[in-house]
């Protein structure tokens, strides 16, 4: 038998309930000046409990082609990405309208 979702109650294969995360998130994308003066793009506001951070940070840093890490529960990739992170974020799944680009 298929495991059932303690949230939605349906089959893990049907759940919805990280679609339905992705939606409510409110999503801040940012440059920051680090050691060096180098700038990392910082993503924040994604819940660690409804969305794997992990993943989300490997899948970024894969398709943007740069380094990165997961610090206090956000993501930081090496080099400035605002627009092409908002763009892949997009493309995940998450409104554009909840992705706010500083």
């Known amino acids: ?17 990280e679609t339905i995360a992705k939606e409510s ?16 793009t910082i993503v924040e506001g994604i819940d660690a409990k409804e969305i794997d951070l992990k993943d989300l940070a490997k899948r970024l840093k894969s398709e943007l082609a ?21 763009k892949i974020l997009m493309n995940y799944g998450f409104a554009p309208s909840t992705i706010d680009i500083k």
Do not use: A, W
Request: proline fraction near 2%; aromatic fraction near 6%.
């Open 1 to 17: 038998m298929s495991e059932i979702c303690p949230v939605c109650g349906l089959v893990k294969e049907l759940c919805v309930c």
């Open 25 to 40: 998130q409110k999503i801040l994308v940012y440059i920051e000046r680090k050691k060096f003066n180098k700038n990392y």
């Open 66 to 86: 740069c380094g990165g890490t997961i610090k206090d529960g956000k993501i930081e990739l090496q080099g400035e990405h605002k627009q092409r992170t908002k």
